[in-house]
Structures are given as C-alpha cells and as structure tokens.
C-alpha cells in the first residue's frame, strides 16, 4: 500500500486519522519534528498531513512551520496538507505559502480528508510521471533527438555541426532503418533555417507522375483532375529546409527539373510557364549506391555533384559497438512509460542476443523489436523471446564448436552469411511471401527487399 505519513501529537486525533485510513494507505506516525523528519527521509512518502501545533510549541505554529520547511527541502515532491484548528487558519494559509499543498481545519471529518488526501496522491503521480517523461526526454535527446556514443557516430555529430552553419547541399547516406531523416532534420534545427519549415517527402513511396506534382505544385487545369492551383513542397519549404529522401529512386526527368533548381533556386509548376524563385535548402538521402547508379546511367552525374556538396554516411547499428545496448535502453524507458509497464531490464540473455543480433533493419528494427517486448513482456525482465531473437540465442549459447561454414571467416563476413542464411530460410519458410517474412524478421518490406537486393537471394514472391 501507499505509505502516507501522520504528523499529530494528539492520540486521539491519531487514532481516529489511522482508523479511517488504514485500508486504503500503509499509514505512518510521528508525534513530533525529529520522527516526522526521520520518517520522511527514510520512507519518502507522497503525502503528509501535519498538525501545526506539536511540541514543545503545542499552542503555536512555530515547530509546526520548521517542520514544515525542512521537509519541503528533504522531498520537495511530497505533498503536505495542513490539519490545524479553526482559530490558526492565518498559519495555515501561511503554511501554503511556504509550499503545502492544501490545508484542512479541525474537526476532522473523515469523508473529506479523504477527498483531499486523494486529490494530492493523483496530483503526485501526475508530476512524477512528468518528472519520469522528462527524465526520458533529456536523456534520448542526446543529440537532436539521437542517441549514440560511438566514436562512428561522433564523426556523423561533428559533421552536422559543421554543415549547418552553411547552406551547402547535403547527401546523406546510410543502410534503411539508420536514421537519416533525423541526421536530416538535425542539420535544420542546428542552422539558420530552424525557425523555417522542414518538409520532407519520400521519393521512392509516390509514383512519378504524382511526385512531380508533389514537389513543383501544378496549375489549375493542367491535367484531369487539377481543378485548382496547388503548391508544391519546393513552395511551401520556402526559407527552410526540404528533404528529399530516397533521391536514388526519382526519375530522369525529375532529376534534370531539380538540378535547374540548384543551378537557378528557380521552379516552374506542373502546367506553369512562369520562374517561381525559392529560397529553400536540399537535403537529399539514399540507401542505395548512387556511384553505380550514375555508371548504370540511372542518375545524372552533375546531380550527384550538385546535391553531394557535402556527404554524411551513417554506419549501420552492428558497427556502432556499445551504442546498441545505450539505444535499447532508451527504448525501454520509453515504451516502459508509455504503456505503463513496471519492467526492471534486460535479463542478461537478452543483452546477448541483443549484442550479438546484426539488425539488418538497424535503429528502426531495433526501437519495433523493443516497443513489441515492453507490450508483449508478462515478467519483471525482458527476455530474448520476447524481442523475437530466442532462436538466435539458443543457437550462440548451445556449446556446439563454430558451424564449419563460419570456419575462417572475419566477424563481419560471418555476420553477413549468418543474416544472409536467415534471410532465405525464413522466406522460404513463408514461401515467397515477403510481408510475412518481413513481419516473423521484425523489419519493413522495403528494408527486407533491399537486404535480397543486397544479397542477390533467388527469392520470388
């Protein structure tokens, strides 16, 4: 039960207090300063009613105020609710002042104590959830909103800190699930667009005769169904930031409208004849090689120029060391708190299918794995069934000699098999169906694709 302390120095009083409260609260007493003070540090309880008037000034207010001070300064969040006589009500309100949460005027009736004593519990638990939420908040913010330690990560700090200050083009790099959109959006809010908009819009999600309209906007009439003008993202990220993710997937035509962008800051709607000039900065972001693209002839090489002023390639997560257990972590506290589940932690298996897990979908596959464990975990610690890499952990922890097919191979490469392997059998296993492989792997459709793509599986739907 809640521990709720009694400062009274009648017995009666305390009695009757204890009485009423007994079965809803584990009910504390003290008669004087030094217990209530020593209970308070030792317990910590989220609410106190305390009498005014305790010895050696039981007619005045003196003790009961001092009291009142040094506990306030001992547990700041506690809340105090004052319980004196009628003819001391200049003390009391004095007594809010210094910071009590309420006061109540004897005689006591315990139907409405009750009401107020209720009222400062709800009260507490709101503020330490606050305190809880914020205590999260500030330790993920990290930097913009991303959390890592790792020295590859550090160069990718360091990097947007000194691109932001400029208003260069920037291409940022990295496997699916890395993070690019956030590297994106910390390089606005470090710059001198931050009080601008970011507008994002992914490349490769919207069909080609769509994107252009997306993009540059169109006139009205300019094709069935335009049957009003309509601004494009390039418009409405006027004098802040525009982000172009998955650039690699955008077509030729497209390619050549964006570069007269970058040469001119000029654009013309869908349907338009008229230059619309644009103060918005490129940031572009691909998971795919753009150097083969241009040798495939897929994308322009003085695009890759113009939008590669300056490059940010992020590692994957299985090349970011102790940064994955820092990143689990903070996705806990996160999901923890926010479907309200009293788990403790990792078990330490589960910290070593963490650890020796490669997360082909890197962050992304890492933050869905942990928010299905906190939902789906019906224990204290979070175990590797729970984050769907049991079979994993089985198969590291068996004893068994190193698989002959791993023999010779750096740690890298037996990773890449390893995933590769995985990769095949769990779509065979759902015979070609991708959504279901991508769902039983604990990653995106896209992601799964790539990670074909990038093994050149034999795999058909």
Known sequence: MKPLLIVEDDPDIQTLIKWGLNKAYDVLQARDRASALALVGKKRPPAVTLDLGLPPDEDGASEGLLCLHEMLSMAPETKVIIVTGNNDRES?????????????????NMNELKIIIQRAYYLYEIER???????????????AGM?????????????????ASTDASVLIMGESGTGKELVARAVHEKSSRNKGPFIAINCGAIPDSLLESELFGHEKGSFTGAYMQQNGKFEYADKGTLFLDEIGEMSPRLQSKLLRFLQEKKIQRVGGRSDIEIDTRIIAATNIDLNNAMKEKQFREDLFFRISVISINIPPL???????LLLANAFLERYKFMFKKKIKGFCREALDAIENYSWPGNVRELENKLQKAVITADSSMIEPDHLGLEA???RDISGDAPDEKYTGMTLKEARNKLEKDLIEDVVKKHKGNIKRAAEEL????????????KYKLPIKE
């Open 392 to 394: 994993l952990h089985k």
């Open 318 to 324: 299985r090349q970011r060391g102790d940064d994955i």
């Open 442 to 453: 604990g990653i995106s459709r896209p992601t799964l694709y790539d990670l074909i793509e």
């Open 129 to 143: 959830e606050n305190r809880e939420l914020h205590s999260i908040l500030k330790r993920e913010a990290g930097f």
């Open 147 to 163: 959390i890592g330690q790792s020295p590859e990560m550090m160069k990718v700090f360091d990097t947007i800190y000194k691109v």
């Open 92 to 108: 009391a309100l004095k007594a809010v002042r210094m910071g009590a949460y309420d006061y109540y005027l004897k005689p006591i």
